[in-house]
């Protein structure tokens, strides 16, 4: 007997009413946040954008996306003058649908989105679009162009750059039957494309000598290794290990760094320190990052095709996850809905994606405030498990 499915349309349907539910739903310290850079692109000269720091949410992404803020001020000074104070193509069409619904119904966009307040909804769209442009070689440009946009809008992409840059040089920039034979005429192609892209967003920043201001906003390692709602990663593990070992040290004979007893991960600015175990700087973090990134990337190398390629996206996101710098719970996402697409491939894949995905989206339970929003995520939960067949 066939199993019947919903259209698509069917589906962004009922997605677009929970969303409208949504509306009245608890508003985080997000709200504050985007609301706050409305004021400042509306309110304040270019130039003064990565200077203003009346507010402690000062603006910390790259260009395009404030210019999307300037954008969406345009239109709120009509709706709420008020706000603005100056002060502050899978081969199985089955696999395809299931993988698009289980997007579009994601449990962790609604959370970050509708209840906790960001905008990543669209430029997950983007990265999504840019992998599927990514399939043919006669979009392949477009799919770098497409990525290099979504770089200036959101930085934490970068944990996926890697993975475009060794897929893009191999099967766009040389030939894929021989890695000696250049194509010159692609490699100035996306040279010109992708440099274009980042001469449009910061180009205006290098000419006021704004750089390095705007290098120190984007990246504020100061904030320390581990953001304020622990990501459940390597560095939350080794975080909870030293608060553990503090009762156990004098028995163990372990020296105790009595300046770090009260240190704890303070959020939005502040170092962590370890009380017992060696501390951890940002190179290492970057050094274990890149060294468990290699591992998909040689894969990648040698066989340059979209599965390895998505797969080589999948896992140079959880690499960055588990062992980078002040990693956000919500960066889960990025190795969620690229595993989405090829979930549905293999038994193996799937057999790692359900824990993944389960335990990701558990991870974001930080971000819903307040009691009334948890049966919500709950019902979600269910509507996506409920879409994905048990057999592939």
């Not at 003064?48 to 949410?57: F, H, V």
Request: hydrophobic content about 50%.
């Amino acid at each position: 007997m066939t199993e019947l499915y919903p259209t698509l349309t069917q589906c962004a349907i009922v997605a677009a009413a929970f969303k409208v539910l949504l509306f009245p739903a608890y508003k985080s310290t997000d709200f504050e946040v985007h609301r706050n850079w409305l004021a400042i692109t509306h309110s304040l000269p270019i130039q003064e954008w990565y200077y203003e720091k009346s507010s402690e949410w000062t603006l910390d992404y790259p260009p395009f996306f404030a210019a999307f803020e300037w954008l969406m001020s345009q239109a709120a000074a009509y709706v709420d003058p008020a706000i603005f104070v100056k002060s502050v193509p899978l081969p199985n069409k089955q696999a395809a649908h299931v993988a698009s619904l289980s997007i579009l119904l994601s449990p962790g966009l609604f959370i970050i989105d509708h209840i906790h307040f960001q905008y990543n909804g669209f430029m997950y769209g983007l990265l999504i679009m840019s992998i599927v442009l990514a399939r043919k070689q006669s979009t392949l440009l477009y799919s770098g162009i497409l990525f290099a946009v979504l770089l200036c809008m959101k930085h934490i992409y970068l944990y996926l750059a890697l993975a475009y840059f060794v897929y893009l040089l191999r099967a766009y920039c040389l030939d894929p039957r021989s890695v000696l034979r250049p194509r010159f005429g692609n490699i100035i192609k996306l040279g010109v494309c992708v440099v274009g892209v980042f001469a449009i967003a910061f180009g205006p920043f290098a000419q006021w000598g704004q750089l390095l201001q705007l290098k120190d906003r984007l990246f504020p390692f100061s904030r320390g290794l581990c953001h304020a709602y622990w990501a459940p990663n390597i560095w939350a593990m080794y975080s909870f290990s030293d608060r553990a070992l503090i009762p156990l040290a004098p028995r163990l004979g372990l020296p105790v760094n009595t300046d770090a007893l009260n240190s704890v991960t303070r959020g939005l600015v502040g170092d962590t320190s370890f009380a017992i175990l060696p501390e951890v700087t940002k190179e290492h973090t970057f050094l274990l990052t890149f060294l468990f990134q290699l591992i998909p990337l040689v894969k990648l190398w040698f066989r340059p095709d979209w599965d390895t390629f998505v797969g080589a996206i999948t896992l140079c996101g959880y690499a960055s996850f588990l062992f980078g710098w002040h990693v956000h719970e919500k960066a889960i996402l990025l190795i969620i809905i690229p595993f989405s697409l090829i979930a549905l491939k293999d038994r193996r894949y799937f057999s790692a994606f359900r824990p993944l995905a389960v335990a990701g989206h558990v991870s974001l339970f930080p971000l819903l405030f307040t009691a009334a929003e948890f049966p919500l995520e709950d019902r979600l939960h269910g509507a996506v498990a409920g879409a994905i067949p048990l057999r592939l």
